[in-house]
């Protein structure tokens, strides 16, 4: 047994895979399926605690980081529906809102720096309802920037200055830069690796596992030019997005230099992105480890299958770090 300082202990883990389309975007498209495979995955591994975190991103999240009149939590707490008006594209009343209060806005005593976060009541309903159905109870309703944020601070505590947290799942790009545990600017994009599975499938005429295991490099490409063509397009496309986000930072932060990037994700497997990453943006890029500071029990749990399933489930483990709270 591996002892981490933190005291903190991986007990289970676990992935089930879901078919193409089951969730689109943040959508659950086939809410049976997905209750099927949550239920199929609670018993695999045996699992009683019935408490969960889950997370939600994408066009239904609205995240902004506005200043304020310095007041008491309490009070904004009171008034933020007000205050969030004006900052909404959305309906106010389609919206659950929350808010976290960063400190004093600089240059500004009289005024407080606060991230606004908004999300559709539908699609937060829409989660909670899938979770009761697979027998869940849903404790926490995170957004997938802060989860990514949570473990990042939790296992990296020595990093200092500026960083980029950029996690490429299947249908989506999640991008946050933080300073010393502060979110400065987050962003969502439709990008990720379902679009090179289908590519292949489309172009190569063949099923969708037999392309997904091409793309993750298990399989032999029938012509790997092709192959080739249709992922670097994909990595051009997110270095491209992360380029056009990360320069926000010099845009609105003028002080503040960018210091290394931290890729998670399932898509960051693809064979030599870091290393794209790191030419194209001119920082220093690394693969998150979201197990760094837990302690592993090498003989339940596989090191190297460990290494390789866990930029995949950094956003799931930020989650699980969220234990003992409460909406």
């Known amino acids: 047994m ?30 049976e399926v997905v209750v099927n495979a949550i239920k199929k995955l609670l018993r ?11 997370s939600i991103s994408g066009y239904s999240v609205i995240i902004k980081k506005i200043n304020l009149p310095q007041q008491a939590r309490e009070e904004l707490a009171e008034n933020i529906e007000v205050e969030a008006e004006q900052f909404i594209p959305f309906d106010i009343s389609e919206v ?13 005593e009289d005024y407080m720096e606060v991230i606004l976060v908004a999300a559709k009541k539908e699609v937060i309903d829409n989660y909670i309802e899938l979770l009761v159905e697979a027998g869940l109870v849903p404790t926490i309703i995170d957004v997938d920037v802060f989860a990514l944020q949570n473990v990042f601070t939790r296992n990296y505590p020595e990093v200092q200055g500026t960083v980029a947290l950029i996690d490429i799942g299947a249908n ?15 962003k969502d994009a439709a990008l990720g690796g379902a679009r090179i599975t289908e590519d292949i499938q489309d172009r190569s005429d063949l099923d969708y596992q037999t392309a997904e295991g091409i793309k993750v490099g298990g399989l032999e490409a029938p012509d790997r030019g092709l192959i080739e063509e249709i992922v670097g397009r ?26 290394a990037v931290y890729l998670s994700g399932g898509s960051c497997r693809i064979k030599g992105l ?54």
């Open 96 to 108: 659950n809102i929350d808010f976290q209060i960063l400190g004093q806005s600089a240059g500004q």
């Open 2 to 31: 591996a002892q981490a300082k933190s005291g903190l202990i991986l007990k289970d883990l676990g992935l089930v895979n879901l078919p193409p389309g089951a969730i689109v975007e943040g959508n659950v498209q086939e809410k």
């Open 172 to 186: 989506k790009m999640n991008i946050n830069v933080i300073k010393e545990g502060v979110s400065l600017f987050t």
């Open 274 to 327: 870091s290393d794209y990453f790191q030419q194209e943006i001119g920082v220093p890029v690394h693969i998150l480890n979201p197990f760094l500071q837990i302690g592993i029990d090498q003989k339940k749990f596989d090191p190297a299958y460990l290494e390789y399933i866990g930029p995949q489930a950094s956003i799931c483990v930020g989650l699980a770090l969220r234990r003992g709270e409460e909406i």
């Open 44 to 54: 695999s591994l045996k699992i009683k605690v019935k408490n969960v975190a889950t």
């Open 234 to 259: 994909a990595v051009e496309n997110w270095v491209a997005e992360a380029k056009r986000t990360l320069n926000l930072l010099s845009t609105n932060y003028p002080s503040e230099v960018l210091q």
